[in-house]
Nanobody, 121 residues
Framework: QVQLVESGGGLVQAGGALRLSCVASGRPFSSYAMGWFRQAPGEDREFVAAISRSGGGIYYSDAVKGRFTISRDNAKNTVYLQMNSLKGEDTAVYYC??????????????WGQGTQVTVSS
């Protein structure tokens, strides 16, 4: 089992920035690719970004490319999502997820509880 705990969400004005963190425990962190997803009220969960086990493979949705940066620190068992130039449409609950390989769909083995990000205009 892998436990994932997100933090760093909050209320920010449009154009601002937040950095989300997700700390993993339970199994060797470097064994898992990590992903970030989000779900806005009334919407389906959508892919945001993913990073391979080594960090050498990185993927973004078109909606966040150029504004968000995913990274990981395997020594700290942590994956990050730096979010810049935030927009109202970025408002959602953000989830981190772990799987053996990086995926752009929602088929991840483990999920965190989520952290709320609210962008005010």
């Amino acid at each position: 089992q892998v436990q994932l705990v997100e933090s760093g969400g909050g209320l920010v004005q449009a154009g601002g920035a937040l950095r989300l963190s997700c700390v993993a425990s339970g199994r060797p962190f470097s064994s898992y690719a990590m992903g970030w997803f989000r779900q806005a009220p009334g919407e389906d969960r959508e892919f945001v970004a993913a990073i391979s086990r080594s960090g050498g493979g990185i993927y973004y949705s078109d909606a966040v490319k150029g504004r968000f940066t995913i990274s990981r620190d395997n020594a700290k068992n942590t994956v990050y999502l730096q979010m810049n130039s935030l927009k109202g449409e970025d408002t959602a609950v953000y989830y981190c997820a772990a799987h053996t390989v990086a995926r752009l769909d929602g088929e991840y083995s483990y999920w965190g509880q989520g952290t709320q990000v609210t962008v005010s205009s």
